[in-house]
C-alpha cells in the first residue's frame, strides 16, 4: 500500500515536470577567433649596419614610426574582429 501510494506520488511530481513548456535559455559559447595575424614588417633600422651616419639612421626611424604605425593599425583591426560581439542567426 505504501509503495503504491509513493509510487503514485513520485508518478505525479514527475508529470508535472513535463507538463510546463520549454524554456529557452542565452548561453555565451566561446568561438574561436578567425582573424589572421598581419605579418610583421622589415624595420629600416633593423638593416642598418654599424656605424651609419646620423641622416641615414634618423631617415630610417622616421620610416620605420610610420611603418609601426601601420603594422599597429593591423593588429588593432585583427583584435576588434575577435573581440566584436557575435550576431546571432534569424
Do not use: H
Not at 520549454?22 to 633600422?45: H, I, L, Q, S
Not at 593588429?75 to 575577435?82: I, N, P, R, W
Amino acid at each position: 500500500m505504501r509503495r503504491t501510494a509513493f509510487l503514485g506520488l513520485s508518478a505525479a511530481l514527475l508529470a508535472g515536470c513535463v507538463a510546463g513548456p520549454p524554456v529557452r535559455v542565452n548561453v555565451p559559447v566561446p568561438v574561436e577567433c578567425r582573424a589572421k595575424e598581419p605579418e610583421r614588417p622589415v624595420m629600416p633600422t633593423e638593416s642598418l649596419r654599424l656605424g651609419v651616419d646620423v641622416d641615414r639612421w634618423i631617415s630610417a626611424a622616421q620610416a620605420e614610426l610610420l611603418l609601426r604605425d601601420g603594422y599597429e593599425a593591423e593588429l588593432v583591426a585583427a583584435l576588434a574582429t575577435c573581440t566584436a560581439p557575435l550576431m546571432p542567426r534569424r
